[in-house]
């Protein structure tokens, strides 16, 4: 008879626990994202908002939906990053423990808007400096916070893929382009004992956004040059061999001339 009354008190503790964890997933995501408007901009310096975040801990999965971040001060564009869906695979019974497994990440419908010079000044570059500048004046303290915490997190696959970057650029060359993003992939982030924080996850890539969009930028600003170089080098060929003695062919080679130089620069 005990044992029946102990099985019986067993069960409906199993049972309060089942409920708690669904009521505590239906909530996660809500806590989740008041905690990203709440600590993304102290990090970044700029504007972070999230349109909602899916959690299920039963099934293991999560959702980021709509982030968007803002452009950092002295920068025009409404926005820097936007994110359309990012998809997240994890070990259910990691979350309650000091390191959450996370065995996958994919981002998709990402939007990048780039701002500048790639050579010189541009937003994304001041978004990594204020990022660099934040952990470096509160470093200390963020540390304590994530130890005291005790949450680390393991990420085994990120992928960024079908990213377009949406270019303004400034300077010499004043032209807007838009050109895809080479896909991201990183592996076996935190896989060792001590893990990683999500500030320094955070950190890394954005890094690689960041090197991967100026790279493209300029390879296409290079291909720019090159484009109106050309045009120029065949005009000055032409006029060597005696060809713009006629006016029609001369007419002809200085709009050739001055549309690859109007691409080039914007005007």
Not at 76 to 96: D, N, R, T
Not at 108 to 132: C, K
Not at 145 to 164: F, H, N, P, R
Request: aromatic residues 0%.
């Amino acid at each position: 008879m005990k044992l029946k009354i102990i099985l019986g008190i067993l069960g409906v503790l199993v049972g309060l626990l089942v409920v708690l964890v669904l009521v505590a997933g239906a909530h996660l995501g809500a806590l989740v994202k008041a905690g990203m408007e709440k600590v993304g901009p102290k990090v970044t310096q700029t504007t972070l908002t999230v349109d909602s975040v899916d959690v299920s801990i039963p099934g293991g999965t999560a959702a980021i939906n709509g982030l968007v971040l803002g452009n950092p001060q002295g920068y025009q564009a409404a926005q820097c990053i936007s994110l359309g869906k990012a998809s997240i695979s994890l070990v259910p019974g990691s979350i309650m423990s000091d390191k959450i497994v996370i065995r996958s990440i994919e981002v998709r419908a990402l939007e990048i808007t780039f701002e500048g010079n790639p050579l010189g000044a541009n937003n994304l570059s001041q978004l990594m400096a204020n990022v660099d500048a934040t952990s470096g004046a509160t470093g200390s303290a963020t540390n304590a916070a994530a130890q005291k915490s005790g949450k680390k997190l393991e990420v085994d696959d990120l992928l960024i893929t079908g990213a377009k970057i949406h270019a303004k650029l400034t300077g010499l060359i004043q032209q807007e382009i838009t050109l895809p993003l080479p896909d991201i992939h990183l592996t076996g982030l935190g896989t060792g004992p001590g893990g990683i924080t999500a500030a320094d996850l955070t950190k890394q890539v954005l890094a690689e956004i960041t090197t991967g969009t100026i790279q493209a930028v300029a390879s296409s600003v290079t291909n720019l040059g090159k484009d109106a170089a050309g045009a120029a080098k065949g005009i000055l060929k032409n006029a060597a061999g005696g060809v713009l003695q006629n006016s029609n062919v001369l007419g002809q080679g200085v709009d050739k001339l001055k549309k690859g130089l109007d691409g080039l620069l914007g005007k």
